[in-house]
């Protein structure tokens, strides 16, 4: 049992003792819980110790632990595992303990932790303690701070923990491959003060990339800019939990990036004061009001805000080509091209399954029943109680409500809006669109736009 005169009154000698008994415990490894489910579980409240609000891991879960002594002992285990990013399409991917993201390691600041990591992969790993305080030699890049755990074999990572905040865990050992296959996971570490930092929700999650092609099963590993499926803790809209949280209550989230480009993450409805980075926490007198937060590569962001506006609030990275799934990029802009006429021909020559499509925008592929291949994903999809959303990718819903339980994260349905509250339509005469004088015409496109006849400078 963890006790707080220990830990202020003789940390340092602790500290030494249990160095010793730390190698001769290590033999007596402790079991690696694992999950394979798609859905949240429920947040893991502690069983001793300060009484910190536990977070809720966004289609994940928080890593049991085991008290040896003065210590709370983890086992994570590096593996191959099978990932649904959404209903209809299913990754393999390598993650920890069943699952990609790995679970998130939950810890409170001044603990003796000690991680096992089993490694199950083909090749070798290590795993990074990302923004954590710790000796040289427990951080984990592989070939500067410690010899690669290779296949088959465990190593043990030991470190008290010396500050509270949003970090994360991730290998230092062919990165490039080990990370686009989706190894990575949070680490969040609680204020011993159970007032500091106290919140009544607290979501967390991790954002990746993934460069799938339609039908396949396996990421490809080498690609750099051009990925096309981006995921929340290794799920894209309509798989991604929604936020379920009470009216009133404060709430934190907190998202780390693991991918290769920046999120501007924007949330509706509120605005929230950006309260952590992986640096640690953001002192009052310097935070600041954003409604969208560009949350760097390799960074973690943490915002708070009391939600205190009732409602379905997007939030969504407001890169928008991010809130899609996989899709041609080489698509023309159709906009305004009558192909319906073109269609017969075009059927005859390229294939009889031909469609016109784009020649008003996209939205009808939100709603479309299109033929994919096995095991992909549509480009958009999702509905509301008013239609098809046309989101994929990095998007989800905070779903504030009143009245619901404390710690009940189950998703609330859709918002039912006061009367009078929703947008409406109204019939009237409109102005024709704008249309550039000596455009080409099209009859999609509104009234003609008249040429002058002798007009000044057409030459024939
Ligand atoms: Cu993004």
Redesign the pocket.
């Known amino acids: 049992m963890l006790s707080r005169r220990g830990f202020i009154g003789s940390a340092a000698v602790l500290a030494s003792a249990s160095v010793v008994s730390g190698r001769v415990e290590a033999a007596n490894i402790p079991e690696a819980p694992t999950t394979t489910t798609n859905t949240m579980q429920p947040p893991l409240a502690p069983q001793s110790g300060p009484a910190y609000q536990p977070v809720a891991t966004l289609n994940g879960w928080t890593l049991p632990w085991r008290q040896n002594g003065d210590w709370k002992e983890f086992h994570l285990v590096a593996e191959p595992v099978v990932r649904e990013f959404a209903p209809g399409m299913k990754v393999h991917l390598w993650g920890y303990n069943g699952q990609s993201p790995g679970p998130t390691i939950e810890v409170v600041e001044g603990d003796k932790v000690r991680i096992f990591v089993t490694n199950k992969l083909p090749e070798h790993t290590t795993v990074h303690w990302h923004g954590i305080l710790l000796p040289n030699g427990m951080e984990g890049v592989g070939g500067l701070t410690q010899p690669h755990i290779k296949p088959g074999k465990t190593f043990v990572y030991e470190f008290v923990m010396r500050k509270s905040g949003t970090f994360m865990y991730h290998p230092h050992a062919d990165e490039m491959v080990q990370m686009a296959m989706g190894m990575m996971g949070l680490f969040i570490v609680h204020p011993r003060d159970e007032k500091l930092h106290r919140v009544d929700r607290d979501f967390v999650f991790l954002m990746a990339s993934y460069d799938i092609d339609p039908g396949a099963y396996l990421p490809k590993v080498n690609t750099m800019t051009d990925f096309n499926l ?1 995921t929340w803790n290794s799920r894209v809209f309509p798989g991604i939990d929604s936020l379920a949280v009470r009216q009133g209550d404060r709430v934190r989230v907190r998202i780390g990036n693991l991918s290769m ?1 920046t ?2 993450i924007h949330m509706h409805g509120h605005d929230f004061a950006v309260t952590g980075t992986d640096g640690g926490w953001v002192p009052e007198s310097a935070r600041w009001p954003e409604v969208t937060i560009d949350v760097p590569v390799g960074a973690m962001r943490a915002f708070e805000f009391v939600a205190d506006e009732p409602g379905d609030w997007a939030i969504h ?1 407001h ?1 928008s080509h ?1 809130t899609m799934n996989a899709m041609g990029h080489a698509v023309k802009n159709f906009i305004g091209v009558q192909k319906r006429d073109l269609v017969t021909g075009i059927r005859r020559i390229v294939s009889p399954d031909y469609m016109a499509m784009g020649s008003r925008g996209m939205a009808e592929m939100g709603a479309m029943e299109m033929q994919l291949p096995d095991n992909t994903l549509p480009m958009m999809s999702g509905y509301g109680q008013f239609g098809p959303l046309e989101m994929g990718g ?1 998007f989800s819903v905070v779903k504030v409500r009143e009245g619901l339980g404390a710690n009940d994260y189950k998703d609330p349905g859709w918002y039912q809006h006061p009367p009078g509250t929703v947008a409406y339509e109204v019939e009237g005469p409109t102005p024709p669109p704008a249309r550039a004088e000596g455009a080409p015409n099209t009859p999609t496109n509104g009234p003609k736009v008249v040429k002058p006849r002798n007009g000044g400078h057409d030459h024939h």
């Open positions: 981006w480009t999120h501007p990275c890169k991010h990095m």
